[in-house]
């Protein structure tokens, strides 16, 4: 049998996308100074982030936009 097409599910399947995003937004705030900035903002930084890629979903922003 040969395959056409395969598909990998890679949402926290095959990455761990909240630890990346975590260590990334620790390292960003780091480096401006701000040690504990990630943890001080955790919650609104995902409240925020939660209603964005809703609006993306619903097509009521684009990724352009976003950027």
Sequence with gaps: MKYEIILFDVD???FDFSMSEGMAL???FSEFGLPT???D???HYKEISKL???DLE???TTL???G
Aim: charged share 25%; no cysteine; hydrophobic share 45%.
């Design 52 to 54: 964005l890629w809703r």
């Design 26 to 28: 620790h390292k960003a």
């Design 37 to 39: 900035g990630f943890a």
């Design 12 to 14: 926290d399947t095959l």
């Design 41 to 43: 903002y955790e919650a």
């Design 64 to 66: 352009s936009e976003l």
């Design 58 to 60: 619903q097509g009521l």
